[in-house]
C-alpha cells in the first residue's frame, strides 16, 4: 500500500530554499520515518545532510548532466519514475514559480489530483490527507479533499514552521534513464532578476512602496528602512509598471503572492488586487497620508503620514535600538 511523502524540491548549487526544509517539517509530522526528499541539478550531491537534518529519511539526488538544466516535460517524467520506486501516498511541492509549474505536470502523468497553494496540510478523521488553500484572491479559504488514491499538494512558503530532526538521510539510488535529448523543453538560461535580493515569496520582512513615492529615485527612502530592518523590497503593480522598480518587485494578484512576518505597505492605498498578494502576511504595517485609505483596513498597525517624513524616522528609530 502507498505510504509515505516524496518532497520534491529545487536546489542551486546545494543551496536549498527554505520553503524545502518547511515542507520536510511538515511531512515528518503527517508521515513520521517515512519521507523521502527529491531534488535535481548541479549541487544536488551537497544537500544530503541538510534535508536529512529538517526531516528528510531518504532522499534522491538527480545530480547528473541530465538535470543540469530545468525541463518541465523532462523532470516531471524523472518524478513519475521516482514515484514508481518510492511509491508515496502523497507528494509535496513548492508554491514557488519552479513548483508551479512542475507540480501540476507531475499530476497529470499520474492522474492524481493536485490542491495548489496550500497554506495547511493536515491528517484527516479518515487517515488521508486534508489541505486548506485561499480562493477568491485570498478573500475566503477552502478545505480541500483529494479523492485519487495518490495526493499531490503544493505549499506556500513561509506558512510552516522549521523544525530540525537531527537525523542524516540516506541516499535512495533511483536512475528515470532519460535523456535530456528527447526533452520537450528545457530552459537554455536563466538570468539573474536586477538587484540580486532575497526572493520575495520566501522573505520573513517586506518593506513595499507604492505610487505614494511619487518617483523612481525616492525608491531609496524604501531601500533604506528595508537595510535597516533587513527587509527585502517589493512594491505594488502601478510602480512596477511605470519601471520604477524591477517587474519582480511587483506584488498582487497579478504579481507574486507573499507571506512575511512583516510587511511594509508604504504610499500604497490598499487596492484588491493588491491586498490578494498579502493576505498571508502575519503582521502588515501601513504607511499613508489618507487615513481613510483602504490598506489600514487590513493592517495590524497603521502609521498616518507624510512617508518621506514617517519613514526615515522610522529607519533611524530601527538603527539606534
Ligand atoms: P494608488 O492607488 O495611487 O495609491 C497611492 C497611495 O499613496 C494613496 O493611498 C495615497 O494616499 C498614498 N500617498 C501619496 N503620497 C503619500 C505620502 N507622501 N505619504 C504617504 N502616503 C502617500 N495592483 C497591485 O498592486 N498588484 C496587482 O497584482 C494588481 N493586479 C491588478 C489586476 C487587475 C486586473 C487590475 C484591474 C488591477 C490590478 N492592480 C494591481 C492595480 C490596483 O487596482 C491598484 O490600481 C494598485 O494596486 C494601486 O497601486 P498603489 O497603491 O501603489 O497606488
Avoid at 511605470?242 to 497579478?254: C, R
Avoid at 487596492?271 to 493576505?279: N, R
Amino acid at each position: 500500500m502507498a505510504s509515505g511523502i516524496l518532497v520534491v524540491f529545487n536546489q542551486e548549487g546545494g543551496r536549498v530554499r527554505r520553503v524545502a526544509y518547511e515542507m520536510l517539517s511538515l511531512a515528518q509530522k503527517l508521515a513520521p520515518g517515512s519521507i523521502t526528499a527529491l531534488t535535481f541539478g548541479e549541487g544536488a550531491d551537497q544537500v544530503r545532510e541538510a534535508v536529512g537534518r529538517y526531516g528528510a529519511d531518504r532522499v534522491i539526488l538527480l545530480s547528473s548532466p541530465t538535470y543540469h538544466r530545468y525541463s518541465s516535460d523532462g523532470f516531471a517524467q524523472a518524478v513519475a519514475q521516482a514515484v514508481e520506486a518510492v511509491d508515496p501516498e502523497a507528494l509535496f511541492f513548492p508554491a514557488n514559480a519552479w513548483g508551479k509549474d512542475l507540480a501540476p505536470r507531475v499530476a497529470g502523468l499520474l492522474g492524481a489530483g493536485l490542491a495548489s497553494d496550500c497554506t495547511e496540510v493536515h491528517r484527516r478523521e479518515d487517515g488521508r490527507l486534508g489541505a486548506i488553500r485561499p480562493i477568491y484572491a485570498g478573500k475566503a479559504y477552502a478545505r480541500v479533499a483529494i479523492d485519487s488514491p495518490r495526493q499531490i499538494f503544493s505549499l506556500r512558503p513561509n506558512i510552516q514552521a522549521v523544525e530540525e530532526s537531527g537525523r542524516a538521510a540516506d541516499v535512495l539510488t533511483v536512475d528515470p534513464g532519460l535523456d535530456a535529448s528527447s526533452f520537450q523543453a528545457v530552459v537554455s538560461e536563466v538570468i539573474q532578476s536586477q538587484g540580486g535580493q532575497m526572493e520575495l515569496t520566501e522573505a520573513d520582512i517586506i518593506v513595499s512602496g507604492g505610487r505614494g513615492i511619487k518617483a523612481p529615485e525616492n525608491f531609496k527612502v524604501l531601500e533604506d528602512l528595508a537595510e535597516a530592518v533587513g527587509a527585502a523590497l517589493g512594491s505594488s503593480r502601478p510602480v512596477a509598471d511605470e519601471g520604477w522598480v524591477p517587474h519582480s518587485y511587483h506584488i498582487g494578484q497579478t504579481g507574486k503572492v507573499v507571506s512575511p512576518t512583516v510587511y511594509f505597505a508604504v504610499g500604497i492605498s490598499g487596492a484588491i488586487q493588491h491586498l490578494a498578494g498579502i493576505s498571508g502576511s502575519k503582521y502588515i504595517v501601513a504607511i499613508n497620508n489618507d487615513p481613510d485609505a483602504p490598506i489600514f483596513k487590513a493592517a495590524n498597525y497603521g502609521i498616518v503620514g507624510d512617508l518621506f517624513k514617517v519613514v526615515p524616522a522610522l529607519a533611524n528609530e530601527v538603527r539606534r535600538i
